[in-house]
């Protein structure tokens, strides 16, 4: 499958790497994997929203923040990489700043889960976990890293 024609299929445009915020790097090769840091729900430089899903935030739009948050870190391995030479999504973890009682993290992270599978195909199914936390940097709603295996 070639990756850019199906992102160009899918009318995405990759964003550009998203700066840190503190003291990493936005991806690192060892071998044959990529490590994406966290990547916030960003674009153009600004923290898309703030707060905890359940209160602050819905549901439903966490949702679409976790696909921002996928999207970046496409962006990273893009920038690292290239997305041409990853052959699998090995491993997604979803964090969710989440109000006392929100127990619908798993749902929240499926934006993230679904673009990987409609980027990469069977490609992009992986192992995850979603978690809840009570807070994250910048007071970002969510937060997503993972973890690709590449060829040479």
Known sequence: MDVYARLEELGITLPKVVPPVASYQPAVRSGAHVYVSGQLPVADGALLAEGLVGTDITPERATELARYCALNALAAIE???GLGKVTR???V???VASAPG???QPAVINGASNLFGEVFGEA????RAAVGVAALPLNAPVEV???AEIAD
């Open 93 to 95: 973890n979803g964090f």
């Open 102 to 104: 929100f127990t619908g």
């Open 79 to 81: 920038g690292l990489v």
């Open 89 to 91: 999504i090995v491993k």
């Open 124 to 127: 992009g199914q992986h192992a």
């Open 145 to 147: 890293d993972l973890i």
